[in-house]
């Protein structure tokens, strides 16, 4: 009886192990399709941006955006920099603060500054991500944390810009802003197909 609940409980766990390395091969083949796609459409996506732009400009989006999310993020961001001790004045489109020599600074934020443009990213990432057998609750979790997540990710972006500018000047700023961005957005998609095949997309049980 021991020897056939030991025997049993062996090939339970080969059968555990068997699947197990299933899985994580077929994560890390898809890890690697998603990030070959974003490696391969990065180069272009940073010379296509001025492209996307005058897309945004000529149908008036940037409107909308000016007027509406960019007010919204400056104090959200001002409120989440309170509280790593900044003091902060806002206005609908900039940020001020007093310098260590008692002079005033500012940072304009422009609608073209709010991240749009890694939301484009990410939906075409999705196109190749969520192509796989995968159940469509599981498919729609993951979206809600790509657009969830990009958006939280946007604003940390934003508050570390600002952090770098408070506390190195504008000239290491504005280097920070300019090639910083497009790093960020790497990293973030990196970790979020991860995370996604790793822990959320669920394949379709095969029926027998």
Known sequence: ????????????????????????????RNLFFVAVIILLILPFWITSQEFFTRIVMS???YR??????????????????????????????FIQWQTSQGGN??????WNCVGWQTFILLFITLFSGLSGNHTFLSKMITLGIGIMG?????????????????????????????????IFTLIW???????SYKFVLEEKQKNN
């Open 105 to 110: 600074e500012v940072i304009y934020l422009a």
């Open 150 to 182: 990009t958006y939280l990710i946007n604003c940390l972006r934003l508050m570390l810009i600002i952090l770098v500018y408070i506390w190195t000047g504008r000239t290491f700023g504005t280097i920070f802003h300019d090639y910083f961005s497009n």
């Open 189 to 195: 998609l990196s970790f979020y197909w991860w995370f």
């Open 1 to 28: 009886m021991l020897n056939e609940q030991k025997k049993n409980t062996q090939n339970n766990l080969k059968q555990w192990t068997m699947n197990y390395s299933k899985s994580s091969t077929k994560t890390f």
């Open 59 to 61: 149908m008036g989006w």
């Open 64 to 93: 909308s955006i000016q007027a509406v999310i960019v007010p919204y993020e400056l104090h959200l961001i001002s409120l989440l920099l309170s509280l790593f001790g900044c003091s902060l004045q806002i206005g609908s489109t």
